[in-house]
């Protein structure tokens, strides 16, 4: 092995003795509730490659629609950590759609609680435009228990005159199985939207400047490791800060997208060989700030939107909390992730709805 790469293996190991995250478990609230009348979500292990395949319900998708599929459960197969994943559509006959169908998906688990808000937190997510997210599995890794629930749901569109049948949603899941003396560090996905605290993402948004933003604190001490954005057309940049300190931690600015493709925001790495994460306190207030610049010289219906999310790493002797079932806020956002009750999906035609994230 070269000395340079022995001398990072060294620091990071030493990091890793003085400071590794494993947050303590503690009993699970809602591990009972029956979710046996919804469809289900598969999960299943390909030991070989060490990968997941996560995959929904099939459902229809006829031309010149949108498909709102409701949520499916599902449970983990393995314990392990996850470092890489990727979308896939499939047809009935098991081919490969293109991604553009796919509006997005979200997975989350009932059982644990947001980092900033008392709702179901969310363990994945994915869109026409994410691509593969991948870091380094040396480092770091979100863990996964087997029978570890999941609710998980989608949107699709379909712009085109041609119908497709049984089409499958699926997200292909790289991990380490548990016992290896990697991932470094075990970390938990988190998000803080200006939408916030519960319901739809978008917003109406308005002429000229503008600008929407909100606040939380994290239930937990720890580190927040990688940071990236998700906003629409004609924003100028968002930003992240300690509202308390008054200082801004990060701010992205969207890259110029190309034609028919949704703006991007550079993802941000806050580690380094000389530090690990940006630190956050339950004491602290936490502002996520989304600037926006319409030129259109009219308002554009569920044209906004702003959320700032990536890895945390919690204080080593950190209890990450369960949720409350009893809480109203869990509550309202639980029945917005369900989707159509009693349904499989709701078929739309493109031109009677907004497009959502």
Known sequence: MPS???????????????????????????????????????????????????????????????????????????????????????????RRLSNDFLHHMNVMDPNERELFLPISRRILASGSETGEIRFPWLLFGARVRAGERILANAMLHNSTMMSYHGVRVRLVLSYVPEKRPWPLFSVLPWQLDVAFPVGDKTFDLP???????????????????????????????????????????WHGEPAAPTPGQP????????????????????????????????????????????????????????????????DSLYQKDLRHFMGPVEQVAVTVPLEHMHMDH
């Open 263 to 326: 703006a991007s925001v550079p993802m941000g790495k806050l580690y380094s060989l000389m530090r690990i994460g940006v630190s956050v306190l339950p004491s602290h207030r936490y502002r996520v700030r989304v600037i926006y610049d319409n030129p259109t010289g009219h308002t554009i219906p569920d044209g906004g939107m702003g959320v700032v999310g990536g890895l945390f790493m919690p204080d080593r002797k950190a209890a990450w909390p369960s949720t409350n079932p009893d």
């Open 207 to 249: 002429a000229g400047h503008s600008e929407r933003a909100y606040e939380g604190s994290p239930a937990v001490p720890g580190k927040l490791i990688v940071i990236g954005g998700h906003v629409h057309d004609y924003a100028t940049t968002i930003e992240f800060w300690d509202a308390t300190a008054g200082k801004m931690l």
């Open 4 to 94: 340079r790469l022995l001398v990072i293996v060294a620091a990071l190991r030493l990091a890793a003795s003085v400071y590794t995250a494993r947050a303590v478990p503690i009993p699970r609230a809602d591990s009972s509730r029956d979710w046996s009348a919804l469809e289900r979500t598969t999960i299943s292990k390909d030991p070989q490659r060490n990968e997941l395949i996560m995959e929904l319900p099939a459902v229809d998708l006829p031309a010149g629609t949108m498909v709102d599929q409701a949520a499916s459960v599902g449970e983990f197969p393995v314990n392990g950590s996850i470092y890489a994943f990727h979308a896939e559509i499939v047809d009935e006959h098991g």
